[in-house]
């Protein structure tokens, strides 16, 4: 309760007394402004402070008692009514509390209407202004100084506004202003949306005027905000457009591209490309000190790396991303004629020959953009070759080749070839080749999506010609069917191409030095494998099983031992070789004059797909992509993807 608070007609107050005489007494002030305490009598309280209530009551107690301690506390406080007229959003009569002020009874009439003005905010008592609250300063500064309580038959009178503008572009609030009156300055509108942020240019401001007087109303000013600027009045409907400054640096050059990190660096006079890198470790990125760092465990433990087992090897040699030291690039803006031109330089004579002219002088403005081998591919004799060989040589490891160097050069290197190695087993594998595999496997996956989209299709219009107990069933089967030709689909999708590459060699060759001279490339891997002692057959066969190879075998007699179920589709059969080709039938015979004749050798598998005729849900929409075995041979897939299907 404020002390200053003047009591009245419907006040509570809960008086209590101890001493001579014990009071606990409940009183509200009467219409007569009294209160009437038992044994003591009336006392008058109406307009006296609420400070001040104790004492008078404590000194009318002692007119007949002495000794009386007092205390009062106050109960319910009266009702007052107020107004609520003019441009307000509920106008009415509102009984409100008798500590209400202007502000909180705003509040609970829900304040001006879209029309109403917010910054002149009136209380009429007996016919007088008493107070004109700007309710920005109030909202912006927290000033209440005219927020003064109300009392009993006081009206808020909310006029109409007088004028809007608006501020854009860079000011702290952005937004629709009132006006408060018609000298309001750019000054006092900006200092209520609170300023202006750093990145504002106060050099350039524009403000856009209507003038209906005139025969071309709208126009525009610029002019800066300056001492003159801020006082310039505004008038209902201006725009005002404070502009950022130019994010421009005039005193600065950029270095980016394979550096440690992207850096914009203050130019000096005579500054050259030596100066903005000043050794060859400025151009270790932050990616390859990750892989370093990422190469050793930093927690308990007890793995000495964060690597897995099987990826340690293929990634030796990659911890650095390698430069193009040959050509990097300045690029210059003529202010003059805003026009770009391009100044490439050798980065590495930068740092061998300083003097050379390639350690060009930059201007105030350049970005000089480093290349990563990557980034722009250089000729493969200045490109680095981390080649890996496994399986059966003397020192399997990770090897650094030079350019124009052959896989007879790599085995060389690893001490040759032991005596389990099977020629035809080798295999090779090109980072390159697996991603075009990879782009060419999603390429089939969408063909066969399409296929489905297709047959889903003919199949809904057959549908309608049927009966509807057919039509039911041909539905059932055929969303069935739809569902597990969607699931094969989703299993060719997890196939993952290798990159193999197959040699087409001789079964019969056992010499290495018949391999293909091909040019070795980095992150290319050689495999040597031993020569296996069994041969898979997967498909529709009684028994899927890997039986021990048997010299001058043939196709025929692996599928006689595994036996043919009644979907085998016998004349599309074939093998997928250890050297990783794929062998197809070559006419339309079986036994020996076709694939069934062919010699298996060590490690084939042997595929044997069902009938197309049968009326199954992947074997009926995969009739445009019969040629498995091409499939299979294009993306260097492996047994292990025919089981994926299969799954």
Not at 155 to 174: D, Q, R
Not at 386 to 409: D, H, I
Not at 479 to 489: F, G, S, V, Y
Not at 599 to 607: A, K, L, N, R, Y
Request: cysteine-free.
């Amino acid at each position: 309760m404020p002390a200053d608070y003047p009591l009245g007609v419907g006040d509570e107050l809960m008086i209590r007394g101890t001493g001579s005489i014990d009071i606990d007494y409940r009183a509200k002030i009467d219409r007569n402004g009294q209160i009437s305490i038992p044994t003591i009598g009336p006392v008058s309280l109406a307009g006296v402070k609420a400070g001040d209530a104790e004492s008078v009551i404590r000194n009318a107690v002692a007119t007949m008692y002495k000794g009386v301690t007092i205390s009062v506390n106050f109960g319910k406080l009266r009702a007052i009514t107020v107004y609520v007229v003019g441009q307000a959003n509920r106008p009415g009569t509102y009984t409100v509390s008798s500590l209400s002020t202007l502000v909180t009874t705003l509040f609970a009439s829900g304040g001006p209407n879209v029309n109403g003005s917010m910054r002149h905010l009136q209380v009429k008592r007996g016919g007088k202004t008493v107070a004109d609250l700007d309710l920005y300063a109030f909202i912006a500064k927290g000033d209440k100084s005219a927020d003064i309580k109300l009392q009993d038959g006081d009206s808020i009178y909310i006029p109409a506004a007088t004028g809007h503008v608006a501020l854009v572009g860079k000011v702290n609030t952005p937004a629709i202003y009132e006006l408060r009156s018609a000298t309001d300055t750019i000054e006092s509108i900006l200092d209520i949306a609170g300023g202006m942020p750093i990145v504002a240019d106060p050099r350039r401001a524009y403000l856009e005027r209507i003038d209906a007087s005139k025969n071309q109303p709208r126009s525009v000013e610029q002019f800066a905000l300056n001492e003159a600027g801020l006082k310039r009045t505004l008038k209902n409907g201006d725009v005002l457009n404070v502009t950022s400054i130019t994010p421009d640096f005039s005193n600065a050059v950029i270095l980016r591209g394979n550096v440690d990190q992207a850096i914009r660096a203050p130019f000096l006079p005579g500054m050259h490309v030596s100066d903005l890198i000043p050794n060859r470790e400025y151009l270790i990125t932050r990616n390859s000190i990750k892989r370093q760092n990422g190469a050793v465990s930093t927690g308990e433990n007890d793995k000495a790396t964060n690597e897995a087992a099987g990826n340690i090897a293929s990634r030796i040699g990659g911890l650095i991303d390698e430069i193009n030291w040959d050509y990097a690039v300045v690029e210059r803006i003529n202010r003059s004629d805003l026009t770009v031109s391009l100044i490439p330089f050798n980065l590495g004579k930068v740092f061998s020959d300083p003097s050379s002219p390639d350690n060009v002088q930059l201007q105030p403005g350049d970005t000089v953009t480093i290349f990563s081998q990557q980034d722009v591919a250089v000729p493969m004799d200045k490109r680095r070759i981390f080649v890996r060989v496994e399986g059966e040589v003397k020192v399997p490891g990770v090897y650094q080749m030079t350019a124009g160097e052959t896989l007879q050069s790599l085995l060389a290197r690893a001490g040759g070839t032991t005596q389990d190695a099977y020629f035809f087993g080798t295999a090779f594998y090109r980072e390159q080749v697996r991603m075009e595999q990879e782009i060419n496997l999603e390429k089939a996956a969408t063909k066969l999506e399409n296929q489905l989209r297709l047959e889903q299709s003919k199949g809904a219009a057959n549908a309608r010609a049927l009966s509807p107990t057919d039509a039911q069933a041909a539905e059932a089967q055929r969303l069935a069917d739809m569902q597990l030709a969607k699931e094969n689909i989703v299993r060719f999708r997890q196939m993952k191409p290798t990159g193999r590459i197959a040699f087409g060699l001789d079964p019969a060759e056992r010499s290495f030095a018949r391999l293909p001279q091909l040019k070795l490339e980095n992150g290319d891997r050689l495999v040597i494998a031993a020569k296996p002692e069994f041969v898979h057959i997967f498909g529709s066969v009684n028994a899927e099983a890997s039986p021990m190879w048997r010299s001058n075998t043939r196709v025929a007699d692996y599928l006689n031992m595994a036996g043919l179920t009644v979907d085998a589709d016998v004349e599309n059969v074939f093998i997928m070789r250890t050297d990783g080709s794929v062998v197809a039938r070559n006419t339309s015979a079986w036994a020996f004059g076709g694939i069934g004749g062919v010699i298996v050798m060590p490690g084939d598998s042997i595929v044997v797909p069902e009938k197309f005729d049968k009326e199954t849900s992947w074997t009926k929409f995969t009739k445009g992509t019969r040629e498995w075995a091409q499939i299979f041979a294009n993306f260097g897939l492996g047994a292990a993807a025919v089981k994926t299907l299969r799954n």
